[in-house]
């Protein structure tokens, strides 16, 4: 593994404390609940406070611009550590999981660009140090809330489960090839990552981008030459690469991002999760694929 000067993980721990008692990273409260589905687990978390979300969403509207951009110039307080010459990292000002991460690219570049070389690369600096889920929610539909294109990463594992809720079912992707895990239903494809994938960084994003593109083919997520042009969540750990199409962006309201493709779901009140359990989590996430 490449010799370091620094340890990620510790400046994320620094930068994390410094930027709570300054108040630049507002946290957002969470109560959980496990639910188990004809044997697969979900963890359903609801939000107790929207205030800071709320305020921040109503800056923006004030601010009266479609292009503005919390990326550049990023909030100084929340910066981590270069991820090489094109990219940064970042924590994520709100935050519903601790240490919660950003691989930002320093020049503006859209979120429905595809994943290229050097974002793969500044990905696997920071996979290399951390043991992490990453992810892309690749445009709108897919849950992208800002245009800038970034990857977010949370710390492996997910409380209160060992890693994932879904990674009974994903460890079992198979190498080589897309394949699906038969125990999720919504449409999806992944492959297993080759052992020893994020020793080398540079070998990480040569393997990263190739599977990323056999995923991609492999769903029909074409492009233009530079974006996608249809919506889709991508999820990478050290173990594996995920893929999922989507058609919708939410099912009554409710929005999905990528982690629910990992069991994981986030709503803003009990009325939004009886909703989900009414018309069943692994039923939802079928509809919006």
């Known amino acids: 593994m490449t010799e370091k000067t620094y340890t990620l993980l510790q400046d994320v721990e620094r930068v994390t404390r410094s930027a709570l008692e ?3 990273l507002q946290s957002i ?3 959980y609940e496990q639910i188990t589905e004809n044997g697969i687990p979900f963890l359903l978390r609801t939000l107790d406070n929207l205030t800071r979300k709320n305020e921040a969403s109503q800056r923006l509207k004030k601010a009266g611009d479609t292009h503005h951009n919390p990326f550049k110039p990023y909030d ?10 094109h990219h940064v990292c970042l924590l994520n000002k709100f935050n519903v999981v601790d240490k919660h991460l950003l691989v930002v690219t320093r020049e503006l570049e859209s979120q429905q660009d595809k994943i290229n070389r050097k974002d793969f690369n500044a990905l696997a600096r920071v996979m290399q140090d951390i043991d992490a889920l990453a992810f892309y929610n690749g445009g709108k539909i897919a849950g992208a809330s800002q245009p800038h294109k970034h990857l977010q990463l949370i710390p492996m594992p997910m409380e209160p489960f060992s890693e994932l809720p879904f990674s009974e079912a994903l460890n079992q992707l198979k ?3 897309p394949n699906r895990s038969p125990d ?3 449409r999806h494809a992944g492959m297993q990552l080759p052992a020893g994938t994020f020793d080398n960084v540079d070998r990480a994003s040569e393997v990263l981008l190739t599977l990323y593109n056999q995923l991609r083919e492999e769903l029909a997520i ?3 030459g530079i974006q996608t042009t249809a919506p889709y ?6 173990k594996w690469m995920l893929m999922v199409p989507r058609s919708e962006e939410s099912f009554e309201g409710i929005s999905f991002n990528s982690l629910a493709f990992v069991g994981a ?5 009990d009325e939004d999760g009886e909703k989900l359990k009414a018309n069943g989590l692994m039923n939802t996430l079928v509809g919006v694929c």
């Open 22 to 24: 300054s108040g630049a």
């Open 29 to 31: 409260d969470t109560r």
């Open 76 to 85: 100084e307080a929340l910066y981590v550590a270069d991820l090489g010459e």
């Open 175 to 177: 190498p080589g090839h």
């Open 184 to 186: 999720l239903k919504f």
């Open 222 to 224: 074409t492009d233009d």
């Open 233 to 238: 969540n991508l999820l990478i750990t050290r």
């Open 265 to 269: 779901l986030l709503v803003r009140s």
